[in-house]
């Protein structure tokens, strides 16, 4: 009789095992933060959790979307011919929590940048910036 609540104790203590492991899993995965399921990346519609950049101002143009900090350099616009190099002129920041900011690195001198915070306005680029951007960062 001892035998057989050794051997169901045994396996009950296996399974809470099994079950917290998968806890842990699951709690690390939302941790690390996953990008909203509705979002589909560069499918032309700037979608929440993402940061979108455009070729032309007001939002016209090809566009690009991101969930992460990038340079520019030869990743494709989408709905348009040509690639992200230093043209982009209008942002918007669709993140769920962080700012984007959008800058000019100009080697030895100081950077120039713009901070696109996380509010879904679309923006045309500052002029220090425009058609002279090689990368954006996600700050939070």
Known sequence: MGGKYV???QDSS???KIVSAVVVLVAGVFAVGI????????NSSCEYG??????????SGGTREFYWSSGHSGLPWV????????DAQSAKNRDSECTFRVIDDRG???DDWQDI????VLRNL??????????HERRC
């Open 7 to 9: 051997k169901i104790r």
């Open 14 to 16: 296996r399974f809470v």
């Open 35 to 42: 990008r909203p399921a509705s979002a589909t990346l560069n």
């Open 50 to 59: 993402e940061f979108c950049l455009w070729d032309w101002n007001n939002g």
């Open 79 to 86: 709905g348009y011919s040509g690639y992200v190099r230093n």
């Open 108 to 110: 030895w001198w100081p």
């Open 117 to 120: 915070p996380n509010d879904g």
């Open 126 to 135: 500052i002029s220090s910036v425009d058609n002279e951007n090689d990368r």
